[in-house]
């Protein structure tokens, strides 16, 4: 990997936008921060944690920031679907039977992932601690807020990104393939019914029918 000028960084901070110009922080968490190369006394990279801490931020800099960054990863790729294509919030999930198996499964797929990648994750047990912040947690993730908002989503950065990944390395990853489906199917139907203008059905069945499109 050429580091050159890239740092690795990642912050587990929520929060909501309730409105045009007001947020609301909705949940505050640790935040990392290391160079690619693993250095951990660089000057930029004290720099950039002076400029955080004096934000109000309380970052550590630790030395493989990789392992951070694939541990928050696929703490993403479990929660952030399930609640943008199911509408739960976060501590929903554990209590709703198939969204819980759902995650299971698409944790089990990003673990074999990683164990190919030989990726070190700083968590020992991601699938435990994944499944106990979904008990005590009810924000929204932003991939649900995006949905709901009918914005695009960070879907094939996730989910789709691991899909990619297992791809390359002969990884099967269906669960995730299936969720990145849905989510995009899901976007795609909140984009075009909130943002574009309401499609006339009928008229487009007679357009249809009238081309000699559909088979009998």
Request: glycine letters at 8%.
């Amino acid at each position: 990997m050429r580091c050159g000028r890239m740092m690795g960084g990642l912050s587990y901070h929520s929060a909501a936008m309730l409105a045009p110009g007001h947020a609301v922080h909705t949940h505050r968490g640790p935040t990392w921060l290391g160079e690619l190369s693993g250095e951990v006394e660089s000057a930029r990279i004290k720099q950039l944690a002076a400029l955080l801490s004096a934000a109000g931020f309380e970052p550590t800099i630790v030395g493989d920031i990789m392992g951070q960054i694939w541990t928050k990863f696929i703490h993403n790729c479990a929660i952030n679907p399930i609640s943008a294509v199911a509408g739960l919030r976060v501590g929903e999930i554990s209590r709703v039977a198939a969204a819980d198996a759902l995650q299971t499964r698409i944790i089990e797929e990003a673990l074999a992932v990683v164990a190919a990648k030989g990726i070190a994750l700083v968590d020992d047990d991601p699938m435990t601690s994944i499944k106990k912040f979904c008990v005590a947690k009810f924000n929204k993730p932003s991939m649900q807020q995006h949905m709901e908002q009918g914005r695009r989503t960070e879907i094939d950065a996730l989910n789709g990104a691991l899909v990619r990944e297992g791809a390359a390395l002969g990884i099967p990853t269906p669960y995730n393939q299936a969720v990145t489906w849905m989510v995009t199917a899901r976007q795609s139907e909140r984009m075009q019914n909130l943002h574009s203008a309401p499609i006339d059905y009928e008229a487009l069945e007679k357009e249809i029918k009238g081309g000699e499109i559909l088979d009998s």
